[in-house]
């Protein structure tokens, strides 16, 4: 809408007079407050007595009822005139010849027919740009610019306040507002209670002070304030683009005032900035009334697609082998189905420019998928046919050519490439083709297989500048397959398409509403746009906005249709409800089992991972604060680094928070770093530039954003790659080979490390508490890495020997996981008994390895056995196996 | 009621004028997409269809002017039927004002 710093500018310019304060006296003539902009003044002179008031409504009855009949006269008139006596007989002769009462009516109905033109299409409006500030100098009323019914709001609440006593005129005028049938919609759009938000008005309005110009307990004047909103909602109205100041430029003008602005944010729970564009979206929307269905009808109907080939200028030939493999966007844009595009007016005239041109007159448009490519085309499309295109262009069919039915069916390669010729001759000859080729790189690359490449006969014909193309591809792509092939590449001039800003996806978002909300029989909140546009950005990252949020919009509408019905509404939680389906990250809001949840969370965790308290506290305190909101959310949810001898359960606690956060152990991209220990290695993690390697951390995190990443051996990292980890832990962000940036931020990064391991065993030994040696372990890290980068975990967590106690928990967890596999498997219930169960531990327990050799000792002693028994049939399903002893 | 009289005079013959010649403009501009005479003016020596034989560079010139002629007399009708509409459109206040006083002065 862009209205606010405009309006904020307006609203220093409001001036009082400072003999009457605003009432209105003999000094002002009456007018009391202006609104400055420019040269031009701008006052309301209402007439806000009782008589006044009444004389006003009796008049816009009066003036309703006079339109009334006038229309009615004037269609009797002409017909007296044309089928009476006059015109059918004898012509138009005896109108302009005789006299009479049939002329009479004639000629005055023609009077008010020729002041009805006059006052519809000739007179000017006084707001001819929707920019005060390009007024010419006046000194003007505003009166005649109030809709009936926003002026009886005004004097309604002029009237509450002279019958409260009370001057506070912007509560009262809220309140009558609030209570206006047009405005429930809004609050419903901002999946707020209009009932709600009404008491709350009510209990605000008979506790506001007075706000200024009282004068006496029966003399209080709301006029002031009155005349100050009015001309604010002038100046809305004219930021807005509308001729008549209606309760949509009423609510924008209170929204200026402090207090009902504060009230809104902080009382009421609204974002005014989200109540305007609501207010806006709902007033403006196309009607939903009795023409419902013509327009339905018309929406759904079906387009007939005229095939254009010939110019105006009759030069250009007809096109059949193009015409089987691509679509003419010019006859699809004549038949008007293609809509226009919102923004990217910079990226349209910088394409047309190219095209414009005589020589390298090739655009490649480089954008990631959704970002808009193809909509740009399509508009190029619509300017042509609406002659809004440059004039080089004009009169040209714009043919997007699709490379996979060019290539499909083709069974050597001399067939392809006279395929191609023969296309491109046929552009050549017609001369008013520009070729648009989507997804360049397929075609560039195709051929290879019959032994030559089909760039190197596009090439040489593009760069004759013979004819125009727009070319369409990835920044992957276009790294991988064109940029390679230089003289291809060199024939175009590249214009980068990049996402399109949250703010207006919001409008296309609004725009394209009334469309889905038809197909689906739905209706979407307010809420449900915001939360799209943020959720979509944040979590959804193969595509780009606004394409992404627009497609989170139509399914979030197909699953609500499909499990609440027709008619029912789309909110913000149902798209955050989506957004967990569809990532399993749990975003929607904390309920009350949850939050539970989270509050026991430590020992949900010590439910897999045995001891280690400090370690479990820290992660469990990170989760805590990210599901509260606080985290960072420009770093990863939260990097660690887990210090500690092997087999102490630093593994085993990333994965139960995998589990616990990400909703399974699956979501864990593990790395072993001791597989880079060169500097040639980084290929294999951010992929290598030819494209033959894939990088395992940057494709990792592009199939899996929400995930735990393990990045085992930390230590054995050779230092170049270290650097890479400052930016991941830092900025969440890595670039990878291609340059395309991955994001990290929705990621747990946990590095595991053995540094130092025997420290901590030797200290515990000697009887020491993990706090009396933390500065000798952190000491000895600075051996190993920066410490820029150790400055970066958000906690370095040391691990701490297993006691024996704690292994027999291990173990007697490890042998319930068991005991479960095998009920469920064969159906057989295990006993462990506590000799056994000793023995286990005993074995499985070591001071240099921990608990790693208990599921060795495990499978030996107890999985090995039950296998060998069960094969002979010496437990069969439904049986109890009991284990004693252990040999 | 002088001011009213100043402005609409002004509005009518002033700015009325404009926007009616604009409109018309446009209009006979948009039936240009489809007769193509400028088009054609342009092109004229080019042949039609890309033919560029003998025979098409002399027939080309040929289609084309009578395309021209044919193109110039439709936007010419066009032009008339505006003009006589605009000469209405300027007479139309003052003999509505004449009409009215003249067939009101029947019933005093």
Redesign the interface.
């Known amino acids: 809408m862009g209205e606010s710093s405009q309006t904020e500018k307006i609203e220093k310019e409001i001036m009082f007079c400072p003999f009457c304060g605003g009432n209105g006296c003999v000094k002002c003539e009456n007018r009391g407050v202006w609104l400055k902009v420019g040269g031009a003044k701008y006052f309301w002179q209402p007439k806000t007595g009782a008589a006044s008031i009444i004389s006003s409504v009796v008049k816009s009855v009066l003036f309703a009822l006079f339109k009334f009949f006038a229309v009615i006269f004037v269609i009797f008139s002409f017909w007296e005139a044309f089928d009476f006596s006059l015109v059918k007989a004898n012509g138009f002769y005896p109108l302009f010849a005789q006299k009479g009462p049939v002329q009479f009516l004639f000629w005055s109905s023609l009077g008010i027919l020729i002041y009805w033109i006059y006052n519809k299409k000739i007179k000017p409006s006084v707001l001819l740009e929707g920019d005060l500030a390009l007024m010419p100098k006046v000194n003007l009323n505003i009166e005649p610019f109030f809709s009936p019914s926003a002026k009886s709001k005004i004097y309604a609440a002029i009237t509450l306040a002279r019958k409260e006593k009370n001057p506070g005129f912007v509560w009262r005028l809220l309140k009558v507002l609030i209570n206006e049938k047009k405005m429930i919609p809004v609050f419903e759009k901002l999946e707020q209670s209009p009932e709600k938000i009404s008491r709350l008005i009510n209990q605000r309005a008979a506790s506001a002070p007075e706000d200024r110009g009282a004068e006496s307990e029966n003399g209080a004047s709301a006029i002031p304030d009155a005349k100050k909103t009015a001309l604010l909602a002038f100046a809305d109205m004219s930021a807005l683009g509308k001729n008549k100041i209606d309760e949509t430029c009423l609510l924008f003008a209170l929204l200026r005032f402090d207090e009902i602005n504060f009230f809104f944010e902080k009382e009421a729970e609204v974002e005014t900035s989200s109540l305007r564009y609501a207010a806006f979206w709902t007033q403006t929307k196309p009607s939903r009334g009795i023409f419902e269905g013509l327009f339905k009808k018309r929406g759904k109907r079906l387009v007939k697609i005229k095939h254009r080939i010939m110019n105006r200028a009759w030069t250009a030939r007809p096109t059949p082998t193009l015409d089987r493999f691509s679509r003419d966007i010019t006859d699809f844009a004549a038949a008007r189905v293609i809509a226009p595009i919102v923004n990217r007016r910079q990226e349209i005239d910088q394409v047309m420019r190219i095209l414009e041109r005589n020589s390298k007159n090739n655009a490649l448009l480089v954008g990631e998928v959704g970002s808009g490519r193809k909509s740009i085309v399509n508009e190029i499309g619509r300017l042509i046919v609406r002659e809004k295109a440059l004039p080089n262009l004009h009169d040209k069919r714009l043919v997007a050519l699709d490379a996979s039915q060019v290539i499909s069916g083709v069974k050597a390669g001399g067939e392809l490439e006279s395929r191609v010729h023969l296309i491109l001759s046929e552009i050549h000859k017609a001369g008013n083709v520009i070729l648009f080729i989507p997804d360049i790189h397929n075609l560039a690359e195709s051929g290879s297989e019959y032994g030559f490449d089909i760039s190197e006969i596009l090439a040489p014909v593009f760069s004759m500048s013979a004819f125009q193309v727009i070319g369409s591809t990835t920044f992957y792509d276009y790294h991988r397959t064109i940029e390679k092939r230089g003289d291809f590449a060199d024939t175009f001039d590249i214009i980068k398409v990049e996402e399109v800003s949250p703010e207006i996806t919001l409008e296309i978002l609004m725009r394209e509403a009334p469309v889905l909300e038809d197909k689906e029989g739905v209706f979407f909140t307010f809420g449900a746009f915001k939360k799209a546009v943020e959720l979509s950005k944040r979590y959804i990252f193969n595509k780009l906005l606004p394409s992404k949020a627009v497609d989170l919009l139509s399914e979030a509408a197909v699953i609500v249709r499909t499990r609440r019905g027709k008619n029912a509404v789309v909110s913000s939680e149902d798209i955050a409800n989506l957004i967990t389906e569809k990532t399993g990250v749990p975003i929607t809001k904390i309920t009350a089992g949850e939050a539970a949840r989270l509050v026991n969370l430590e020992s949900e965790i010590h439910r897999r991972v045995i001891g280690q308290n400090e370690a479990v506290r820290t992660v469990a305190e990170a989760i805590k604060r990210m599901r509260v909101g606080l985290r960072n959310e420009k770093k990863p949810v939260g990097v660690f680094l887990f210090l500690g001898p092997t087999g102490v359960g630093k593994t085993e606690l990333a994965k139960s928070l995998a589990e616990v956060y990400f909703g399974s152990e699956e979501s864990m991209i593990r790395l072993d770093m001791s597989e880079f220990q060169s500097a040639e290695n980084i290929d294999r993690l951010i992929g290598s530039t030819d494209g033959n390697t894939a990088g395992r951390l940057t494709e990792g995190v592009k199939k899996q954003p929400f995930s735990l990443i393990l990045l085992d051996e930390f230590e054995k990292t050779h230092p170049s790659i270290l650097d890479l980890f400052l930016q991941v832990f830092d900025d969440g962000r890595l670039t990878d080979s291609f340059g395309r940036t991955r994001d990290f931020t929705n990621t747990i990064i946990i590095a595991t490390s053995n540094v130092g391991s025997k420290i901590i065993q030797e200290r515990l030994k000697e009887g020491k508490k993990l706090e009396d040696f933390r500065p000798e372990i952190e000491a000895n890290l600075l051996n190993y890495f920066k410490p820029e980068l150790l400055n970066r975990f958000n906690a370095q967590i040391l691990f701490t020997t297993l006691s024996p106690e704690e292994i027999l928990q291990i173990a007697r967890l490890q042998i319930k996981k068991l005991s479960d596999r095998l009920e469920n498997a064969q159906g057989i219930k295990l006993e462990v008994l506590p000799e056994a169960m000793n023995k286990i531990t005993e074995l499985g327990y070591s001071p240099l390895y921990g608990a790693r050799n208990l599921q060795r000792v495990i499978t030996e002693k107890i999985e090995n056995i039950i296998a060998d028994k069960f094969l002979r049939g010496e437990i069969k399903r439904g049986q109890t196996f009991t284990i004693k002893n252990i040999e | 009621m002088l001011d009213f009289i100043i ?2 005079a002004y ?2 013959y002033i ?2 004028s404009k ?1 009616f010649w604009n409109g018309a403009f446009g209009f006979i501009k948009s039936m240009d ?4 005479v400028i ?2 003016i ?2 004229w020596t ?5 033919d560029y034989s003998y025979g098409g560079r002399i027939i080309g010139p040929i ?2 002017t009578g ?1 021209i002629f044919l193109g110039l007399a439709v936007c010419a009708v066009a032009f008339l039927v505006a003009l006589a509409a605009y000469v209405i459109w300027l007479a ?2 003052a003999v ?2 004449v ?2 006083f ?6 005093v």
């Open positions: 402005n609409f509005d009518w700015r009325g926007k997409s489809d007769l193509g088009a054609n342009y092109n080019s042949p039609l269809y890309g289609f084309r395309r139309l206040p509505v004002l009409m009215f003249l067939n009101l002065l029947t019933f």
